[in-house]
């Protein structure tokens, strides 16, 4: 089982920025991906960006590259989503995810954040 924490979301005004983290702790080990998700109100949840833990293999969502950035600390098992230029439509639940590798479908998340960009 790994358990999976999410922290770092708020209110942040247009062209803003934001930074996400997300431990997961319990049975992790070297071969798993990361991933960030988020939910809009009446959207389905969408993917954003994912890390391999064991390349460094990043992934983002097209309405994203430019603007965030995921990066991970392999020794506290963390992932960082750094959020630049956010626009309104950001605005979503963010929800972290893990899955082994050789698996397509994310096995365990988080009970997410929710970043709000608003003026």
């Known amino acids: 089982q790994v358990h999976v924490v999410e922290s770092g979301g708020g209110l942040v005004q247009p062209g803003g920025s934001l930074r996400l983290s997300c431990a997961a702790s319990g049975r992790t080990t070297a071969n798993y991906v990361m991933a960030w998700f988020r939910q809009a109100p009446g959207m389905e949840r969408r993917f954003v960006s994912s890390v391999s833990w064991s390349t460094g293999t990043t992934n983002y969502a097209e309405f994203v590259k430019g603007r965030f950035t995921i990066s991970r600390d392999s020794a506290k098992n963390l992932v960082f989503l750094q959020m630049n230029s956010l626009k309104p439509e950001d605005t979503a639940v963010y929800y972290c995810?893990?899955?082994?590798?050789?698996?397509?479908?994310?096995?365990?998340w988080g009970q997410g954040t929710q970043v709000t960009v608003s003026s």
């Open positions: 995810a893990v899955r082994r590798a050789y698996l397509s479908t994310y096995e365990y």
